[in-house]
Structure formats: C-alpha cells, structure tokens
C-alpha cells in the first residue's frame, strides 16, 4: 500500500480539493491510504478561538461561526459545475450530507468547549485544534467519493495511539500497529494527519510536521511501498528559493543526509517522519501536487545525495554570544554545564558552538526574546560579548566555490569546518 499526505496548502479551497482529484485519477487510488491535513490556515484560526475562550471573551463563539461559513464556503465550490467535473458526480456530492455532517463537528467543536474543565492549555488545544482535520477530511473524503475515487473515512483517533503528552504525544508503536492493520490493510482509506488519542480517548496531537509523521507511522504499520509528500515545490531543492537565486532539484537523499540537513534547519522533512521508514527502507518522495507526474524528489537507501551539489542553509536573525571567564581561567566542563543550564532555563535553540581554553561561543536562537535575561544572568558570572541579528550559513558537501560565494560581501565571525559540513557566522 501507498501512503499520499496533502497538506494544508494543497486543500485551502475548492480549486485545491478538486486537484487532489486530479493528482489521484493521473496517479492511480488503488490500493492506496491519503492523509489530509486541515484545510489552508485553519489551525492558525482555532489558536485564535482557544486564545479569545482564555481570555473569556465569548467572541470565540463568532469564531467558529467563521470557520464554518469558509468551510461551508469551499463545499458550495466544490458543488459548481468545473472542468472535468461530471455532472452525475456534482449531484453525487451536493446529495451526500456534507452540510450537515460539517455542522455536527462545528457543533461538537462548541459543545466540546463549553463542556470543559480543564486549565491546561496543552490538553485544550489538542481537543480544539484536531477539528480542523475532522472537517477538512470529511470534505475531501466527501467528494473523491463522490468523484468515483472510493476511499473510506477512518478516525485517526482511532488507528493512532499515544501517551499523554499533549501537542507533542509519543506513539504506543505495538498498539497502533494492530490497530492500523486491523482497521486499514486491504482497502483504500482517508484519514487525518496530526491526530491520535491517549488510552483514555482524548485527542492527542503529535506535534511539528504532525501530518508527515502520521504517513509515516501508517506506512511503517502497514509496511507501506512508500509515502509522497505532495507540496507546491518541485521537490526538495539544494537551497531557500526565497533566499538563493540559483537552485537545483535533488533527485535523491539519503535517509542520513535528509536528517542532517533538517537538523542544521533546512525545511526538508523532520527526522522523526524519516526514522520510522528508514528501518523498513521505505522510500519517501516529495512531488509537486501541481505536477504529479514529474520524478520530485526520493529520500531513500542511496550512499549519497543525487546530484552531489553543496547544499545551503540560512538562519536568520541569530546572535552570537562569546563567553569567557572573568579571571581568564580555563573555561572547564562546569562552566559548559553551567551555560548550557541557562540556554536551557531561556529557551534558546543552539545553532553552532565552538570552544577553546579560554572562551566559549554560540550562536542562539532567541525565539521567545528573552536575549536580554541571558545576558544578565550570564553576565554575573562571566564575560560576555554579543551580536544581534546575525546569520548562520550551513553548507552541506561545499567546495572552493561554496566558500567564495558565502563569504562574499559579509563579515565572518565565526567559521567551523568539518569534513562534509561548513558553518559560518556572519554579519551581513
């Protein structure tokens, strides 16, 4: 079985949805599972409804009604006469109850949030923000049904079993495996991304890049053929668009340097999407849901990446932190613990590190910009010299040119220089 995940992008509208139509007629829908996200930036919209309930404001009410009207806004889309779109299907769908079906989740949605006791933000948000694949799944299962591509609809609630850490839940791998055999293998299948439920039935998500990870966890389950990633990229390319001019497709990666790559920051697909169907040697592709017939991209077991070109990656808005002791004694391993004790307490991501006898420099994240208590925390105990917004340049599989082309126009702060990997600091 084949395992295809659509993300948000690819189901904002109507156009979207009927395109997933398109994708699975040009590529086939037998023996094949789909995984939807929720539809365009309705996650974004249900963190705004969880917002304005803390606040006890009641307009979280009205928000909700809005989310209905645009979901409702997509079906009445979807019912309009298109290109490639039979008539006999269009009756099929506007007949099938999808209305009222969205209407009972709105309303669960409401009544799911009058009804609750908790304080924890995290449970909350689990049982509010799932609604929004409930929807976008019901509504995509909806009309491929009605478009003659059978799919049946399955609760990921039910197929995914986690612990109980809201919004970042781990898989009971063994329990979920039955469950997904059980209720999947043999027939093709739709269900939702990001999602699963504790032991106790709450819902549960699975955090960043969720909706990749549960294609994942059903292609490992049902030893799977492989899993596409449909995006609007071509594939994975060597470089930002939005940043480098110049760009180059990759045809294929191996599982190792596709961890490698994300963990330096590039937006490829998260490792822990990657480990599950590296030990089953499942091929992952990343194809353009607006042409699905091109080759993307492969994550797959190859020795290296195809073509082997430098590979560039570029994080904004850091700063550079240089440390030493007051006395100019040897910074030792407790004074390392030490730093990194307060890294942890102001939740600053560490991009590049390097030591020597006597100093001791990062280059940080300062996502929750508490910059300035780190400073002052550290400061007390040692000497500290920093640098706001510079970037931290990362290339993969570099040569001379590589080299010449960071560094040109900008002051080098910091290079480190490993076999296959370069990162610099700099000031641009």
Request: net charge negative.
């Amino acid at each position: 079985m084949k395992i295809y995940k659509f993300g948000g992008a690819s189901v904002k509208d109507a156009d979207g949805v009927r395109n997933v139509l398109h994708v699975l007629q040009v590529m086939g829908a037998e023996d094949l599972g789909v995984v939807i996200s929720a539809m365009g930036k309705t996650t974004n919209a249900l963190e705004d409804v969880i917002s304005s309930y803390q606040d006890n404001d009641a307009y979280y009410l009205d928000l909700i009604d809005e989310l209905h009207l645009k979901h409702l806004a997509v079906i009445e889309g979807l019912e309009m006469p298109s290109d490639g779109i039979k008539e006999e299907w269009l009756f099929r769908f506007r007949e099938s109850g999808i209305k009222k079906t969205v209407k009972a989740i709105i309303e669960s949605l409401k009544g799911e949030m009058l009804r609750n006791q908790s304080k924890n933000y995290s449970f909350l948000y689990d049982q509010v923000v799932s609604h929004g694949e409930l929807l976008s799944t019901k509504i995509v299962a909806a009309f491929l049904n009605a478009c003659d591509i059978p799919l049946v609809w399955k609760d990921a609630r039910q197929l995914i079993k986690t612990d109980q850490k809201y919004r970042d839940a781990g898989v009971n791998w063994k329990e979920t495996e039955n469950l997904i055999i059980q209720s999947c293998k043999g027939q093709p299948f739709i269900t939702q991304g990001f999602i699963g439920s504790d032991n106790n039935g709450f819902t549960t998500t699975l955090g960043r890049e969720g909706s990749d990870y549960t294609a994942a966890i059903l292609a490992y389950c049902l030893d799977g053929t492989g899993v596409t990633i449909w995006k609007d990229v071509p594939g994975v390319l060597n470089a930002d668009p939005r940043v480098f001019e110049k760009t180059i497709l990759l045809n294929k990666i191996p599982y190792n340097e596709a961890i490698e790559l994300a963990f330096y920051g590039a937006s490829v697909i998260h490792p822990k999407t990657l480990q599950p169907l590296q030990g089953k040697e499942i091929p992952l592709y990343v194809k353009s849901f607006m042409n699905p017939e091109e080759e993307g991209t492969v994550i797959t077991a190859v020795d290296t990446i195809e073509p082997l070109t430098p590979c560039y990656i570029v994080r904004k808005n850091m700063v550079f932190l240089k440390i030493s002791s007051r006395d100019f004694s040897f910074i030792g391993e407790h004074n390392i613990s030490d730093i990194f004790q307060e890294l942890s307490i102001h939740k600053m991501q560490v991009g590049l590190l390097q030591n020597s006898a006597i100093s001791f420099s990062l280059c940080v994240e300062d996502k929750y910009a508490k910059i300035n208590e780190l400073l002052k925390d550290l400061e007390s105990r040692y000497r500290v010299s920093h640098v706001e917004g510079v970037s931290l340049y990362t290339v993969r599989h570099y040569d001379g040119d590589a080299i010449e082309f960071i560094e040109s126009g900008k002051t080098v702060l910091l290079k480190q220089r490993a076999q296959e990997t370069l990162q610099l600091v700099v000031k641009e």
